[in-house]
């Protein structure tokens, strides 16, 4: 068992190409034990953004706080907290802040089988 | 891809044999086309817990809001809003509100295979 406040976590740039002012903390992982799926929490700046990507694993996302949008081709639904957001395995997705106040979310992936 | 608010989607009283003020909002799962994990978010009102229990599943858990008690046979480790809780496989476990304010986490679990 492990409670620990997710600050506590160290926090690294997230550096892949495409991605500005973003950062992650690996909360819950495979070095926990955690076999299945594993637990990030995301901070973005004002500005901020995640690549523009698609992949074949889905995301599981809660907005802890602030506010942004998320890019889908020609389309941008905006989304604040408390929203929970499901992008499904190969949908092209960015989180963007397009506020002036940080914005903070979980997201889940499944690990590499 | 979805977008909600958690509070747009239904809670339920978790009326498993055990539990005491307790509800279910299950915000992501199967029917969203979530083949691997669910996302829910629990409310226990104060007093309130989840059974005391073991299952072959892990847990994956994020206070959003609150303060409670994760017991564990003897023992009774406090958390509060933003701790990060993994609880592996087999480890018996309960969710508890000793507090009074309300109580709120989300819970993530792999779906049976």
Redesign the interface.
């Known amino acids: ?7 506590e ?1 160290p926090r690294d740039p997230v550096g892949e190409e495409g991605a500005s002012g973003i950062t992650v903390r690996r ?2 992982s495979e070095k ?6 594993s ?1 990030r ?1 995301f901070e973005v700046e004002p500005g901020g953004y995640s690549p523009y990507h698609n992949h074949p694993w ?1 995301h ?1 996302v ?1 907005i ?1 706080e602030g506010s942004g949008s ?1 890019v ?1 081709g020609e389309k941008e ?1 905006p ?1 604040s907290k ?7 395995p190969g ?1 092209a ?1 960015q989180m963007k802040n397009s506020s002036e106040e940080p914005l903070e979310f ?1 997201c ?1 992936i ?1 690990n590499p089988k």
């Open positions: 068992m492990k409670v620990t406040h997710y600050r976590i909360v819950i926990d034990g955690a076999d299945n799926f637990m929490v889905e599981e809660f802890l998320l889908q639904v989304f408390g929203d929970v957001i499901f992008i499904p949908e997705h979980i889940l499944p």
